[in-house]
C-alpha cells in the first residue's frame, strides 16, 4: 500500500532537518576546537587566519551540501514512489526547497554559535571585540538564491529516478531460481 505524499516530503524536510543540526554541531565543534588550539585567551577568534578560514569553510560546506542531499532525497523518494513520476518530482522538489531552509538554519545557527561561545560574534551582544566579517542577515540572500538549485536538484532526480524504477515488481525472485537449479542429493 502506498503512503500519502505527503508524508514523503515530511521525510525530505525532516531528513534536511537531521542533516542541518549534524552539519551545524560539525561545524561548532571544529571551530571551537581550531578557537582553542589557535586563539590565546580574550582575543577574537576570528583574528586567526586558521579560524576565519575554517569559518569560511563551514559555512561553503553548508551551502555545497544542500544541492547534493537533495539529489540524494530525489533519488530515495523516486524508488519510493515508482511510476508516479510527476507526483515524486514535486514531493522530492518541494520537499527539498522547503526542507533546505531549515537545513541551513541549522547549520548556520551551530556554527555562528560557537563565536558567541568565546564572546565575539553576531550573535554575542556585543561583546570583547572583533565580530564576524560575514553579515548572517546578509546570507539570507544567499539562502534563497542556493534554495532553487536544491529544489531542482530534487524534483529532477525525484521525477527521473520514478521513471526509471520499477519498484522491485518485475525483479525475479532469486530464492525461487536457486532452489530450482539445486538438485537434490539422492541415495546412492
Not at 543540526?21 to 565543534?29: E, M, P, Q, T
Not at 586558521?50 to 542531499?69: D, E, N, S, W
Request: proline share 6%; glycine share 18%.
Amino acid at each position: 500500500m502506498s503512503r500519502p505524499a505527503h508524508v514523503y516530503a515530511l521525510a525530505v524536510v525532516g531528513a534536511f532537518a537531521a542533516l542541518g543540526a549534524g552539519v551545524g554541531l560539525a561545524a561548532n565543534f571544529t571551530l571551537g576546537f581550531f578557537i582553542e588550539q589557535f586563539v590565546d585567551p580574550g582575543d577574537p577568534p576570528l583574528d586567526s587566519i586558521q579560524v576565519g578560514m575554517m569559518f569560511l569553510v563551514a559555512i561553503f560546506f553548508t551551502y555545497g551540501v544542500g544541492p547534493v542531499a537533495a539529489g540524494v532525497a530525489g533519488i530515495g523518494i523516486g524508488q519510493a514512489m515508482p511510476d508516479r513520476e510527476l507526483a515524486a518530482g514535486i514531493v522530492s522538489g518541494a520537499g527539498s526547497f522547503v526542507g533546505f531552509y531549515l537545513y541551513v538554519g541549522l547549520a548556520l545557527f551551530f556554527t555562528f554559535a560557537v563565536l558567541s561561545e568565546y564572546g565575539t560574534g553576531p550573535m554575542s551582544g556585543g561583546g570583547g571585540g572583533g565580530g564576524s566579517p560575514l553579515d548572517p542577515a546578509g546570507l539570507v540572500t544567499l539562502v534563497v538564491q542556493v534554495s532553487l538549485p536544491a529544489g531542482l536538484v530534487g524534483m529532477a532526480t525525484g521525477y527521473l529516478t520514478s521513471r526509471v524504477s520499477d519498484g522491485g515488481a518485475d525483479e525475479p525472485n532469486t530464492d525461487a531460481a536457486v532452489e530450482a537449479s539445486v538438485e537434490p542429493a539422492t541415495d546412492q
